[in-house]
């Protein structure tokens, strides 16, 4: 099985970048809830990888935990 490579909050940004999305509304907790719906619409598409979509949805739950 093929990893994913997504190992940090970097990796979910630059993944974004693949697909066109750049996010920034100038509210760090903003841009981290637009990241996660982005992401799910990416993975409902068929975009991304199974494995892809759950290891950034953990390190966007992660980082969102931060900002808390």
Known sequence: MQQSGLTE???VIR???RF???IYTGDRRADILL???ELK???DDGLILKED???ASLLIRNELSKCM
């Open 9 to 11: 909050f970097w990796d």
């Open 15 to 17: 993944l974004m970048k």
């Open 20 to 22: 066109g999305a750049y």
């Open 35 to 37: 990241m996660q719906s």
């Open 41 to 43: 619409d990416l993975y």
């Open 53 to 55: 979509y759950i290891s």
